[in-house]
């Protein structure tokens, strides 16, 4: 039996991803989600004792750059598509911590 | 405060050290403290789409230097981890971070408690991640403002097994990162900047109870008053919610400096799944046999290693040892002093003496001290061949300090402060004076040995102090025959 | 010469020897796409202006003599690729009015060689998707049947070259976004060794997947668009130093003696048996050209697509979280508070596809699922990797279909995303084990284009685009233009 999604986990995600899920939306969500679970569920027949986690088909090794400033900011062009921008912050609802 | 009778309290700290590089840890924005918001966060630090990052080696070495300070493992091959969560200072939705293969595992160093008693605490690992930017609160009434300058620079986070027994040793602990982090060049170590913060991961427990209590972790400490003060307002807490029958929730907690208490956070670190995973547009960082070898050759030498030869090499006292390599630059002038006048234990007194009372009167740094150790050294070399007296010495470095002097031999010499050390000029001097206080000098020669000061002063009196008082006392010896 | 099937190639020709324009040529684009468009629905924006002007000063270059491959070549770009200063909306309402301060370094390279840009093309919308639907900007027609899809996700990409509405384009492949719309457009489409091209100013989707490559009407010009795209770039960590060969000058090799693996796993699953045919018939080509076909395993290719639809929703869930509506892109109206700011626009700004697999990729990585899921499916992706080396000290290529079926109807498979998913069954493998791929067209079912797909060794997009061109020597299937629109 396949690992599905139930009603509480898929609200679990919508939190974690920040993304709502209408009440009306729900059952369609899930069977949505589950159907790509099943498809997934061939990992469970493949044999992977002893294999190591592959992260980046590149095996290589990062290389490091050298500690200098070279972006030079252009505040007006980089805030240009802010929705709320004033006095150079981006503003968000109040925040309380 | 004294831990309650029944209770033992076990605290561990994560420190957040900003690594003084001149550019962020992935991007090539500076890193610039207080400059206009937003007017140094670059299209990465925005995380901006279709940006990536890169790796600043800086940072990379700056761990690397911290690693070897505290004789931790530091891994041939890290890695870097994705972060999951919301927050408006958190510009791509992750904080790049390491987490399963961190740049250092495990080191340790060692604090001095208040009795003198030394203890190693135990570091479990130190990573590298970047910060993340500042919300600013007070601007508009309803809105939350994003500051993302800060976003990007390079922190290194140092995490220490609870090791640590109460607030005070705490306390010397985080000095010691402090200390060791600034000492290294790791870390600029500006506190009121926010370069380096704590996070104190804190629980009671009953003396005889095996397992580690329920932890409150309190967020964001940027002093050491402020640790201290959390601490003690935690353990207080804890202790008088268990003692009433009460349980506590493992939290997320702010520290209140105004209040002097904590209160848990209602936001960002309450929903914890993380979902870390490796950072898919960085590769593994493997760092060679080279790569250390050079960090190595360029480390100085650490305080503690540095303290030990100052006494055995040089000879000097534990404490001032101790004091001399306790700070880098302190410790250079104090090296660089005693090379060039050969007299180790003199340019100790001198450095530790007037040299550091000065500096502290005028609030100043070791570096900018005005008496260069090249003129301390021709001065001490003065006093050590006996053309000057200890007191005119002391005149002299005054006028050094003030800018009076060119150098002290000119200056001696220009204000004629020669210790005057011509047995004929000092000789009659000391014939008169026996003839004028004969009683002394008949009890001095009794053996009331305190009356030779007595001769000694009035032959200084006599010569404005520029008599050399070894060679009043060879003098009066022979002429009582003492 | 017919403008309408021309190469780059041949327009060179043309450009060079003064019979026609680079501005010329250009209107003669913006011409066809006034005519199409409406129909096709290929590109988002169309740059007219700077097109001008970039032709403007091709036609100054080539006066000058100075022309290259690109000179004055007039190019479509998918529309994830960033140009300062122009809309790059990734196909979603998030992006819709997204104006990007910096440029893909691919753009940059292809405007430095003289290409000049038409537009912007239409997509899935962050180019997840297989059918070109689940753009903001509405779907994509195929242009040898206006019913059916043009495959995706670089599906505006594809049906601008087969609509002869720009002469070639830039796709990006995440699991087959290249490949497959190629095979189901009649182009031909490279895929090339993950990291040979930058991924700077490439709004991502799966960042381990990634690539991006040309889509073009001949093997040729996909060497020389690659030549063009390809080369380390300080700016992406994942970029591979290796110089870039000049893949245009390996092409006329003979392929006499090269060892072509063939998969039997491929014809068994879920591939179209007159595609079966098609495809079998292809390799006799190739087999026939001297080429020793050799059969080799890919044992895990199975599960590719089991591994694929974890980890990349996995990394997409990550690369899409900037996406809050505080810095650029879509805000909510009034948003009451923080969570609301961030619910509204992530939920109003991505369309449904975008959601699913965010919800997936954020499962996949939470606590208690990480290690059956995330973990497994890395574990799998090694064995796969692992297939190919394998196969690859056997042979030189693998040769395959692309695509299990020609293109299918609109609509068709929006109902069951698996089915949709079940696309890129052929070419998810690759993607994976990070080796470079293509697909060229080899023959029409029932009047419809599919592709071969030929999948080569870490950098050996030359054997490739060898093999390729060898191909297209002895074949026509990839000169057919699609009908023209009534």
């Keep these: 039996m396949p690992t599905q999604i139930d009603e509480k986990t898929l609200s679990q995600m919508s939190t974690l991803a920040a993304l709502p899920v209408e009440p009306s939306q729900e059952q369609q969500t899930l069977a949505a989600l589950n159907e790509v679970l099943d498809l997934v569920a061939m990992l469970e027949s493949v044999d992977v004792d002893g294999v190591l986690p592959l992260a980046h088909p590149l095996e290589r090794y990062q290389q490091l750059s050298a500690d200098a400033v070279t972006e030079h900011v252009d505040r007006e062009a980089l805030s240009r598509n802010a929705p709320d921008f004033e006095a150079g912050l981006y503003f968000v609802p109040k925040v309380i911590e | 405060m004294n831990i309650p009778t029944g209770w033992q309290v076990d605290i561990g700290l994560e420190i957040h050290a900003q690594l003084s590089t001149e550019a962020k840890i992935f991007s090539g924005a500076s890193t610039t403290f207080g400059n206009a918001p937003n007017s140094q966060a670059c299209a990465i630090d925005l995380g901006m789409p279709g940006v990536l990052p890169k790796v600043n080696a800086a940072a990379y070495e700056k761990a690397v230097r911290f690693g070897l300070g505290v004789s931790g493992t530091i891994n041939r091959e890290s890695r870097f981890d994705r972060k999951n969560y919301f927050y408006p200072d958190l510009p791509k939705g992750y904080q790049i971070t390491q987490m399963d293969l961190p740049i250092v595992v495990g080191g340790h160093v060692t604090i001095s408690n208040e009795d003198g008693t030394q203890k190693v605490i135990h570091i479990t690992r130190a990573h590298l991640e970047e910060d993340a930017g500042k919300s600013i609160h007070d601007f508009k009434p309803t809105q939350t403002g994003v500051d993302l300058n800060r976003a990007g620079t390079p922190l290194l986070e140092i995490v220490s097994e609870p090791d640590l027994k109460n607030a005070s040793e705490a306390v010397a602990y985080a000095k010691a990162i402090h200390h060791l982090l600034t000492y290294l060049d790791v870390c600029d170590g500006n506190m009121a900047e926010g370069s380096l913060r704590f996070d104190a991961n804190i629980s009671v427990r009953r003396v005889d109870a095996e397992a580690l209590g329920v932890r409150s972790e309190i967020k964001n400490l940027n002093s050491f008053r402020f640790l201290e003060q959390a601490i003690h307002y935690e353990i207080e807490r804890q202790i008088d919610t268990l003692s009433a029958g009460g349980v506590l929730a493992q939290d997320t907690r702010l520290f209140d400096p105004e209040k002097l208490e904590t209160r848990a956070m209602r936001s960002k670190e309450t929903a914890t799944d993380y979902r870390y995973f490796p950072e898919p547009d960085l590769l593994p960082v493997k760092i060679d046999e080279s790569f250390i070898d050079r960090i190595k050759a360029s480390m100085p030498e650490l305080s503690g290693t540095r303290a030990s030869r100052f006494e055995t090499s040089l000879g000097l006292p534990t404490a001032d040892a101790q004091l001399l390599a306790g700070d880098r630059s302190l410790g250079d002038y104090f090296e660089q002093l005693a090379t060039l006048s050969g007299q180790p234990r003199l340019a100790a007194n001198w450095v530790k003496g007037d040299i550091l009372s000065r500096l502290r009167e005028q609030d100043l740094n070791i570096s900018e001290c005005p008496v260069s150790p090249e003129a301390m050294a021709e001065l001490l070399g003065l006093t050590v061949e006996n053309v000057v007296s200890g007191k005119t010495a002391k005149a002299v470095f005054a006028a050094l300090w003030e800018g009076d002097a060119i150098s002290a031999s000119t200056y001696v010499k220009e204000h004629g402060l020669e210790q005057v050390s011509d047995t004929s000029a000092i000789e009659p001097l000391v014939t008169e004076l026996l003839r004028e206080h004969p009683k002394q000098a008949d009890d001095l020669k009794a053996g009331k040995s305190k009356l030779m000061g007595f001769f000694v002063g009035k032959v200084m009196q006599a010569t404005s102090g520029t008599a050399n008082p070894q060679q009043v006392n060879e003098i009066l010896r022979a002429k009582l025959g003492l | ?486």
Excluded at chain 3, 459 to 482: C, G, M, S
């Design chain 3, 1 to 486: 010469m017919n403008l309408r099937s021309a190469t780059i190639a041949e327009l060179r020709a043309h450009l060079d020897q003064r019979k026609l324009s680079a501005v010329e040529l250009t209107d003669y684009y913006f011409e066809r796409i006034d005519r199409h468009e409406p129909t096709i629905n290929a590109y988002v924006t169309q740059l007219r202006e700077t097109a001008r002007s970039a032709a403007v000063k091709a036609d100054k270059i080539i006066a000058a003599g100075q022309a290259t491959a690109l000179t004055g070549i007039p190019i479509a770009e998918k529309d994830l690729f960033c140009i300062e200063g122009t809309k790059t909306t990734s196909g979603s309402k998030m992006l819709a009015d997204f104006e990007a301060p910096y440029t893909a370094t691919v753009s940059e390279k292809l405007a430095n060689a003289g290409a000049v840009t038409l537009g912007k093309t239409n997509m899935d919308e962050f180019a997840m998707g297989s059918s070109n639907e689940s753009s903001y900007f509405g779907p994509v027609k195929n242009p040898w049947d206006t019913s059916r899809v043009p495959g995706g996700s670089s599906g505006g990409s594809a049906a601008a070259v087969a609509a002869g509405l720009c002469v070639a384009s830039t796709g990006t492949d995440t699991g087959g976004s290249i490949r497959q719309p190629a095979a189901l457009c009649g182009l031909t489409g490279l895929k090339p060794t993950y990291g040979r091209v930058s991924r700077w100013g490439m709004i991502a989707f799966a960042s381990s997947l990634d690539q991006a490559g040309p889509m073009t009407r001949s093997a040729k010009d996909a060497a020389i668009m690659l030549e063009h795209m390809a080369g380390f770039d300080p700016r992406d960590s994942t970029c591979l130093t290796e110089a870039v060969p000049r893949y245009s000058q390996h092409l006329d090799q003979p392929i006499k003696g090269l060892r072509i693996g063939v998969c039997e796993a491929f014809f068994e699953t879920a591939l179209d048996a007159t595609v079966a045919t098609q495809i079998r018939e292809a390799l006799s080509i190739l087999e026939s050209l001297g080429a020793t076909l050799i059969d080799v395993s890919l044992p895990h290719m199975t599960a590719s697509l089991g591994a694929y639809y974890v980890i990349a929703p996995a990394e997409c869930s990550a690369n899409l979280a900037r996406f809050d509506g505080i810095r650029y892109g879509y805000r909510c109206e009034d948003p009451q508070n923080l969570q609301d700011l961030y619910t509204r626009s992530r939920g109003e700004g991505f369309g449904q596809e975008v959601k699913k697999r965010i919800l997936v990729g954020t499962f996949a990585l939470s606590a208690g699922y990480y290690d059956a899921f995330y973990g497994r499916a890395q574990k799998v992706r090694r064995l796969i990797k692992q297939d190919f080396v394998e196969a690859f000290s056997q042979v030189d290529v693998i040769a395959g279909p692309t695509t299990p079926t020609p293109a299918f109807g609109l609509g068709e498979k929006a109902k069951n995303s698996v089915d949709m998913y079940l696309q890129d069954v052929f070419t998810i493998a690759a993607s994976l084990a990070g080796v470079p791929a293509m697909s060229i067209p080899a023959g029409l079912v029932s009047g419809l284009p599919i592709g071969l797909q030929l999948i080569g060794n870490y950098l050996d997009e030359a054997t490739l685009l060898n093999v390729a061109h060898q191909f297209q020597q002895t074949t026509d299937w990839h000169t057919l233009t699609a009908p023209e629109a009534p």
